[in-house]
Nanobody
C-alpha cells in the first residue's frame, strides 16, 4: 500500500522556522518528482515547492521563494520542506504529493500531475 505521511507541523510564532517531513512507503519514489502543497483556511490548495527526481532541480511559489527549501533523501524515501521566517499567511494544512510521471525534467505546480497525496500536517503561525 502506497502511503505518504507528513509530519513536523505545529503552532509557531511569526518569524520562526519549521521543518516538515514526508515519509513515503509502499514503493520507491526515486524516479518521481515530489511536491509540497498547502491549503489555507477558506482558500484553494496551492503548490508551494517541487523537487525533481534527482534532487538537483527545484521550483518555488513566489509566496515562499527565499524562505522555503525543499529537499529529498532518495535512499530514505523522504522529502522535506524547511520554512523560515514564517508569516501568519503561511498558516495552512501542508500536503506532500508525488508526480505521476517518472524521470521528468518538467516540474509542475498542476495538481492533476500528482498521483499520491498525504493526509496533511497543520501549520499554524501566530502573529
Amino acid at each position: 500500500q502506497v502511503q505518504l505521511v507528513e509530519s513536523g507541523g505545529g503552532l509557531v510564532q511569526a518569524g520562526d522556522s519549521l521543518r516538515l517531513s514526508c515519509a513515503a512507503s509502499g514503493r520507491s519514489f526515486s524516479p518521481n518528482a515530489m511536491a509540497w502543497f498547502r491549503r489555507a483556511p477558506g482558500r484553494e490548495r496551492e503548490a508551494v515547492a517541487v523537487i525533481n527526481w534527482s534532487g538537483e532541480s527545484t521550483v518555488y511559489a513566489d509566496s515562499v521563494k527565499g524562505r522555503a527549501t525543499i529537499s529529498r533523501d532518495r535512499a530514505k524515501n523522504m522529502v522535506y520542506l524547511q520554512m523560515n521566517s514564517l508569516k501568519a499567511e503561511d498558516t495552512a494544512v501542508y500536503y506532500c504529493a508525488s508526480d505521476r510521471i517518472k524521470w521528468t525534467r518538467d516540474l509542475s505546480f498542476a495538481e492533476q500531475r500528482y498521483e499520491y497525496w498525504g493526509q496533511g500536517t497543520q501549520v499554524t503561525v501566530s502573529s
